[in-house]
């Protein structure tokens, strides 16, 4: 049974610094891993989507690492902003017809 | 093409009710998922469904819920005779294909039983 870690649960740092979200999940066989954004009181917004043939993924200031023998992947933000304030959750599903797995997310404040 | 549709956004019902949750997936999306998130949890998978088909239901309770998705229309949710530790935001997510495809949420439907 997969099961997804994300370390720290929480995280403040002042506006401009780059900063690195874990996530950990014990079935390497997976297909693909995703990382979303949910703002308090709202949905999740996909962010990006690593498949399992893959090392990276970039979008904007955002890069995804994903190494599939040590189970882990890493969410990269750069010169962090304020608008990134966000709770940030990896899910990654089984092989086969099994949904995502999520973490319990890291939530992320970046002071002005 | 809009995302995936989730009404109502918000919905309150006494105990004892039932809850109907509906959830429109994205167009050229045939696969519907799911998902509870409780307060300060995690979110916790519930249902998988194709159209017409359940998949998976491994995460949803046998007593009281239940999940559809026919070959017209939205996906529906069920909770039937509510209580107050149904409470919780419900989320629906569309793909194309199986898991290994991404996956679209929707705005979710918070549901409070009174």
């Known amino acids: 049974k997969q099961e997804v870690t994300q370390i720290p649960a929480a995280l403040s740092v002042p506006e401009g610094e780059n900063l690195v979200l874990n996530c950990s999940f014990t079935?390497?066989?997976?297909?693909?891993l995703q990382w979303f954004r949910q703002d308090p009181g709202k949905g999740l917004t996909s962010l990006l989507l690593i498949q399992s043939s893959q090392r990276e993924q970039t979008s904007g200031r955002l890069n995804a690492s994903l190494d599939k023998s040590s189970g882990r992947s890493t969410l990269y933000i750069a010169a962090s902003q304020p608008g990134d304030s966000a709770t940030y959750l990896c899910a990654a599903p089984n092989s086969g017809n099994t949904p995502l797995v999520f973490g319990k997310g890291t939530r992320l404040s970046v002071i002005a | 093409n809009a995302g995936v549709m989730q009404n109502p956004r918000h919905l309150v019902r006494r105990r004892g009710q039932e809850a109907r949750l509906r959830c429109s997936p994205m167009?050229?999306?045939?696969?519907v998922y799911w998902y509870r998130q409780l307060p300060e949890e995690g979110l916790k998978f519930m249902v998988y469904l194709q159209k017409e088909n359940i998949i998976d239901e491994s995460g949803m309770p046998k007593e009281r819920f239940s999940a559809e998705f026919p070959k017209e229309g939205p996906s529906i949710l069920r909770i039937q005779q509510v209580v107050r530790g149904d409470s919780a935001a419900y989320f629906c997510?569309?793909?194309?294909?199986?898991?290994?495809?991404?996956?679209?949420f929707g705005q979710g439907t918070r549901l409070t039983v009174v």
């Open positions: 079935d390497s066989a997976i297909y693909n």
């Open positions: 167009k050229g999306h045939s696969h």
């Open positions: 997510a569309s793909s194309r294909g199986r898991s290994d495809t991404e996956a679209f």
